[in-house]
């Protein structure tokens, strides 16, 4: 028996991992849908195929991507479940999913975290665990807003906290598409640190005593005020946050993440020039 939970998979070009996705899904819910923006290979005939019911909508980021679903989707459900295709529901995840939704929730949605895999091989220490963003939640108490390469909550409601992670493979179709997909996240971060508010006193303070997720975002706000990011980010990642226990694989996602550092250090380097020659 599925759970009384609509699922919503944003998709492009992911024939190689959509059926992994829905194959997780199997038991979670039987009301599953795709916004599909663009894909020209078999993503949407294999979906079509598995059951889900698939959309289509230009992409222009996350957070509109994920409010064009709330509104133009018919949710068999009141609650829902975002995922993207290389994420995967586990038995633990669904089980704890079936204890939230078999009890009513005052709660707009709910924090997420995700183990991040290299491989087969859960990137513990270096990618931050736990790492959270809102993917379940009630469809008329939330919506999205874009933020940098992502996206960001917009609610007026409380938002609870799940304990059981799902799976991120982040790197299923291998290192070069990753920095392809990076390469313009890395734009869209440099022009989103452009516009950051907050002085540093502020930040500062936000650290220290703000919540989990407001220091974690207060944190990158200031990180892209200082000179050598990259090497910061490296260092922080392997050493302070202890990625070397993730062995090789951890090395390896360091590096990863330092040279997307540096992508973004010379977007915001670009961005600043055209201001000056604009002056």
């Known amino acids: 028996m599925t759970l009384p939970l609509t699922v919503v998979i944003l998709t492009k070009n992911e024939d190689c991992d959509i059926i992994p996705c829905l194959e997780s899904l199997r038991s979670v819910s039987d009301d599953v849908h795709l916004v599909d923006?663009?894909?020209?290979?078999?993503t949407v005939e294999l979906a079509t195929r598995y059951g889900a019911f698939c959309h289509f909508n230009p992409f222009s980021g996350f957070g509109?991507?994920?409010?064009?679903?709330?509104?133009?989707?018919?949710?068999?459900?009141?609650?829902v479940l975002h995922?993207?295709?290389?994420?995967?529901?586990?038995?633990?995840f669904a089980d704890e999913l079936s204890a939230i939704l078999s009890t009513p929730s005052a709660h707009a949605g709910y924090f997420v975290p995700s183990k991040l895999m290299l491989g087969n091989r859960w990137l513990r220490h270096c990618s931050g665990y736990p790492v959270y963003q809102v993917r379940l939640f009630h469809k008329s108490r939330l919506r999205f807003m874009n933020q940098g390469h992502g996206q960001r909550e917009v609610t007026a409601g409380t938002l609870g906290r799940m304990k059981q992670p799902y799976l991120h493979?982040?790197?299923?179709?291998?290192v070069q598409r990753w920095f392809e997909k990076h390469a313009a996240y890395a734009s869209a971060e440099a022009m989103a640190a452009m516009t950051q508010e907050g002085s540093v006193i502020e930040l500062l303070r936000t650290i220290s005593s703000g919540d989990a997720v407001s220091q974690r975002r207060a944190v990158k706000a200031l990180s892209f005020r200082l000179?050598?990011?990259?090497?910061?980010?490296?260092?922080?990642?392997?050493?302070?946050?202890?990625g070397f226990l993730d062995g090789y694989a951890g090395f390896t996602y360091a590096r990863m993440v330092a040279t997307y550092e540096a992508m973004i250090a010379v977007n915001i380097s670009m961005l600043r020039l055209r201001d000056i020659s604009q002056s």
């Open 37 to 42: 923006s663009g894909s020209d290979d078999q």
């Open 64 to 79: 509109d991507q994920r409010n064009w679903a709330i509104d133009h989707i018919h949710h068999k459900y009141d609650w």
């Open 83 to 92: 995922l993207d295709a290389d994420e995967r529901a586990t038995p633990e």
């Open 227 to 242: 000179p050598c990011r990259e090497l910061l980010r490296f260092a922080h990642m392997f050493i302070i946050k202890r």
């Open 169 to 174: 493979f982040a790197f299923s179709k291998g």
